[in-house]
């Protein structure tokens, strides 16, 4: 890597600044609103939510303040998924015929085998790509923007929303497609893009294999921008500095789900390491996984989505396993009044381990493992060894480090690694080259073999 | 099932409404009738559904109507 290339300051705007800067209690009052329409909507039209909502004697005009959401059931991605399989291929959530639908999309399947499919109709999915336009607009990206999109275009929902909402901010879009990595990286270079959408993995990856062939992203392009979903990445500080250091560039982070279409929070320009969630959109609870009890403000619990924005599959208070830390919107000051979760997705309730009385999370690991720029890629591998836990951090070396470097890395690494789990012991293991997986999308960094141990 | 319920109206009446507010109302108003007619062409039809699925989003972002516009094929 080349000497530090300080990128210039991002713009600062506002999308829409009519509900980005309302009052709370007036965009209190506007959810209500929207909630008790949402409501009044899935239960008219869709018959699996007239199923839910009858069987928890739920009516739509009991909705009477905000609070009162907690009177509907909860949504979870299993349930989904066993409807569509009962009634193949959309279940029966629809709240009007498929006809109306112009696009499909499913999830990732990261955390099950069968995605989940949607359909959604010119309005829906317009309404996703502005939802991501408010989102990168926040960040900086205006019309005289080239964006590189190293992205494979496929049935997974990925960066198709982020296509289309680059063009409607007026920017270029460059569908990177099927093509290998150094043929985007050149392509990067000859197109003279300014900004890439990218998982944060792929960022990093795109990086290792400029190192490769010689290229420093950070001098040879014209990128300003790393704009990133689909992983918690620049979240965790050693991530962002990694990024940011690669492509001379500032890294925004965006969350969003298949389920729901759009960008539900996002990074602004002030880069405070935190999220401003799309209020007028959605309404997010944060709730004890346990108790499923709200939580304080600043505590951290379950993200729970209910969406405004699409009404072909109405999504009510959907648990989306992300762990979250909510503060208010006031902390920034961007003027925004929309809250903000600190530090993006913290983790996954589902991704959260107990390795002998500690709690383990990947994003924890992997906010260790980036201080070391001497690592291309890690996993996580969970095993049992005489009825005893054990965690063994797999490392895979950058090309071109010499293996004496490498190997004195491993105490160094794992010394750093139980430092930060309150002691707990972690193997490292330093694997050959190419053994470890590369990921375009979602990273997939966990093996929990314990199970096939029993 | 109940008859359908197409519309689920924000009806707001905000306390900033402008007159571009009504300009848009206006135009949104426009479209919806103009997509109920069985007369269109297929042109035509496609991208009035267009232009009524990209004013919809300016109503819903300026806080001026919430309306499901599935039957009209948007």
């Known amino acids: ?454 | 099932m109940d008859l359908p319920r197409e519309r689920v109206t924000e009806a707001v009446a905000h306390a900033r409404a402008t007159e571009m507010d009504g300009g848009v109302l206006l135009v949104y108003q426009e479209l919806k009738a103009l997509l109920g007619r069985d007369d269109l062409d297929p042109a035509t039809r496609a991208n009035l559904v267009e232009a009524l699925a990209a004013v919809s989003l300016v109503v819903h972002d300026l806080v001026l109507d919430y309306d499901m516009l599935y039957d009209l094929g948007v």
Not at chain 1, 110 to 127: C, L, N
Not at chain 1, 397 to 422: I, Y
Request: aromatic share 8%.
């Open chain 1, 1 to 454: 890597m080349s000497a530090r290339v300080v990128p210039p300051p991002l713009p600062r705007g506002y999308w829409n600044p009519r509900t980005e800067l309302m009052p709370r209690k007036e965009l209190e009052s506007l959810q209500l609103r929207r909630l008790q329409h949402m409501v009044a909507w899935a239960y008219a039209r869709s018959p699996f939510w007239r199923r839910r909502l009858d069987a928890a004697k739920v009516v739509p005009d009991a909705i009477h303040g905000l609070d009162d959401i907690q009177r509907l059931p909860f949504l979870t991605k299993a349930e989904l998924i066993a409807e569509q399989t009962a009634h193949p291929p959309y279940g029966e959530l629809l709240t009007a015929p498929a006809s109306v639908g112009v696009a499909y999309h499913h999830t990732s399947g990261t955390t099950g085998k069968t995605p989940f499919r949607v359909v959604e109709s010119a309005r829906d999915w317009s309404w996703g790509a502005n939802a991501w336009a408010r989102a990168l607009y926040a960040f900086g990206l205006r019309s005289t923007d080239v964006v590189y999109l190293p992205f494979g275009y496929g049935p997974f929902i990925g960066f198709w929303g982020a296509h289309y909402a680059i063009q409607r901010i007026g920017a270029t879009t460059v569908a990177g497609g099927a093509q290998p990595s150094e043929a985007r990286i050149r392509q990067i270079i000859d197109v003279g893009a300014t900004a890439i959408v990218a998982t944060p993995s792929y960022a990093i990856r795109l990086g290792q294999i400029a190192a490769e062939l010689g290229i420093d992203l950070a001098s040879e392009t014209k990128v300003v921008m790393t704009l990133h979903a689909g992983e918690p990445g620049p979240g965790i500080p050693a991530t962002r500095t990694l990024i940011e250091g690669i492509w001379g560039a500032h890294a925004g982070d965006f969350l969003g789900m298949t389920e729901t279409a759009g960008i539900t929070a996002y990074e602004c320009s002030e880069k405070r390491s935190g999220l401003h969630i799309s209020e007028d959109y959605f309404l997010e609870e944060v709730l004890d996984p346990l108790t499923n009890e709200p939580v304080a403000m600043g505590e951290v619990g379950e993200r729970v989505c209910t969406a405004f924005g699409i009404g072909l599959i109405p999504i009510l208070r959907y648990r989306t396993g992300d762990l979250v830390r909510r503060i208010p919107g006031r902390e920034c000051p961007c003027g925004r009044t929309f809250d903000v979760y600190q530090g993006g997705v913290v983790g996954r309730a589902d991704d959260m381990r107990v390795i002998r009385g500690t709690n383990v999370y990947p994003s924890a690991i992997e906010g260790v493992v980036r201080c070391y720029p001497e690592i291309r890629e890690f996993r996580i591998v969970l095993t049992k060894v005489q009825n005893l836990d054990e965690i063994t951090i797999e490392v895979e070396a950058t090309a071109g480090v010499a293996m004496e470097v490498a190997e004195r890395l491993v105490p160094r690494l794992t010394k750093d690694l139980a430092d930060a789990h309150e002691g707990l012991r972690f193997g490292v293991t330093l694997v050959p080259e190419g053994t470890l997986p590369i990921f375009e999308l979602k990273a997939r960094r966990l093996q929990d073999l314990r199970g096939d141990q029993a």
